[in-house]
């Protein structure tokens, strides 16, 4: 499941990147959790947790079956 997550970031990466921003995987627990890291410029942006929320939990959902959830460490 861990390829498959990178593989979906690599899709949301640029989208990141235009803003200054990125994130880094750090973990997929076996329950489905995708645990992420917010780097530049989304590590402190105010709207960093609706980005994740809608944004790329929305897109990894989508594309990697049985994930349940990201969240931000």
Not at 27 to 51: E, W
Request: hydrophobic residues 40%.
């Amino acid at each position: 499941m861990r390829d498959k997550v990178e593989k979906a970031l690599e899709k949301i990466r640029p989208m990141l990147m235009a803003d200054g921003g990125n994130v880094e995987l750090v973990d997929v627990t076996g329950d489905g959790v995708v645990k992420l890291k917010l780097t530049g410029s989304c590590g402190c942006c105010p709207m960093s947790q609706m980005t994740l929320k809608m944004g790329v939990e929305r897109i990894i959902k989508q594309e990697v079956p049985g994930v349940k959830e990201v969240v931000a460490i």
